[in-house]
């Protein structure tokens, strides 16, 4: 299946947002806390990751919180 994450191409199988997250946050060393997280447009809440199934073509992008000004 292929999938645009963060505007690249996506290597890896993920079923769902938890899977993607989980092979992301690994990979990247994000934290656990402060990621939002859009599918297609829409931002998916952190509750719904898991049901949240992945479609060929879709894209997702990964926000991480930061503060500073």
Do not use: C, Y
């Amino acid at each position: 299946m292929r999938l645009i994450v963060n505007g690249e191409p996506w290597p890896h199988e993920a079923a769902d947002v938890a899977a993607l997250f989980a092979i992301e946050a690994e990979e990247r060393e994000l934290p656990s806390e402060g990621i939002a997280i859009a599918l297609n447009g829409r931002v998916v809440r952190r509750k719904d990751w898991a049901e949240t199934a992945l479609s060929e073509g879709d894209r997702i992008e990964i926000v991480r919180a930061m503060q500073g000004g």
